[in-house]
């Protein structure tokens, strides 16, 4: 699933007590469509702790000037998630949604080199991938046309040279995924990152898809229901009967979480009935703890995009902690890891992609698309080990370039390789290497 999170609280002041009632918006016509701001400059503003109550102000007259305004009032609903305001957003995007389903990003160039079409879904900000900060300041134009299964597409459909599938990988996206499937065998564009390739990223999926591939680790990885954990706390079950290479330490996390959320290590048996009682979820994932600790004392968490199925880094995480969240990780207060994160971008490609291309080719070639990121560290003995595989990755340039000088001509490497990408699989019918 898709791993976007920027949110500032505390700033949402009377904005909500202000908006027009919803239900006189949705029997209105919609206007002519503006563009989009767009996710990624207004998550530039809250990512660098700036005050986006006054841009929710500005939307907020645009609409109340205008209330058939779709992109003022899904720019608003953008605004409102970042804030934190989450139910109110949403509710938003709805209205938005109401008036229109297809919405072109402001972008760099008149005209474009290239129309991308981002097929997306209703929802928060982990649904989709988000694909503005890979083309911001570019001269691809991004369209997002909203889909769902009980919606028809449109006809015809908006004018596009490329499509791309930015839903992510979860249980609820599931049967969208599927129904994208059906819709998308004749489309008349190529496709990147077909629906049924990006339905196989499950953590269990990516597990299955990649654990004999030489030179890596990736322990197997299971879905277990409560049920069946309770039993396994009250010692009625051993874990070995469930999981293949698995004894404690296990971890376990909620099917469909993020960001660490609800991950735990667990070390015994009595451990799980604990774990659960703070835990409301019905099903869990659960695979052997792999120690990974550097000789400093430190885990490293690397964050590799395959363009084309060209491996480029995009983050390297150190901290003392094995859930590794860049965020929380301490590089942004220590110059040490900043300066080691530096070094490891610059010998990428001569050390850590040739040191492990066999099995980054392999990687690339088993997932199949055309875009799609995995995090990853390495196990004691060398080897890749993996943690997951995901289109949705977040990847952009929005870390202050006074902290991290060598960021953003590592993410302008990434953000030009993926737009030759596009203007090459514009041209021909994307690979498939998957059964």
Known sequence: ????????????????????PAGALRTLEPTTPRKLTGLAPLARIAFNGGDLTPVATHYLERWKSDAADADAVMDLSTVLQLMGEQEQGL????IALDLRRHYRVVGATEPPALRLLSIHTPGDLTRNNTLEFLVESTDVELQLLYVTEDTPLPDPLPDHDLAIVSVCQSRRNHSLLQHLEGLMKDWPRPVLCRPRLIDRLSRDGVAGLLRDIPG?????????????????GRSEMVISELLPDGDFPIIIRPVDSDKGFGLAKITNADEIVDYLKGRPEASFYTARFVE??????????YRIVFIGGEPYVCHMAISPS???HYMSAGMFENPEKRAEEARFFESFEEDFALRHRHALRLIAERLALEYVGIDCGEAPDGRLLLFEA????????????????????????VFQAFREMLLHMGERRPFENAA
């Open 292 to 301: 990974y600790r550097n000789d400093d004392g430190q885990y490293r968490k």
């Open 390 to 413: 995901d289109s949705g990755m977040t990847v952009h340039s929005m870390d202050p370039p006074e902290l991290f000088p060598y960021k953003r001509p590592q993410m302008r490497k």
């Open 1 to 20: 699933m898709g791993n976007f999170s920027v949110t500032q609280h505390g700033r949402r002041g009377n904005l909500c007590e202000k908006f027009p």
């Open 91 to 94: 509710e938003l995007q709805s």
């Open 322 to 324: 094995w859930i590794v």
């Open 216 to 232: 890596t680790v990736v322990p197997a990885t299971i879905t277990l229901a409560r049920q069946t954990l309770e039993q396994l």
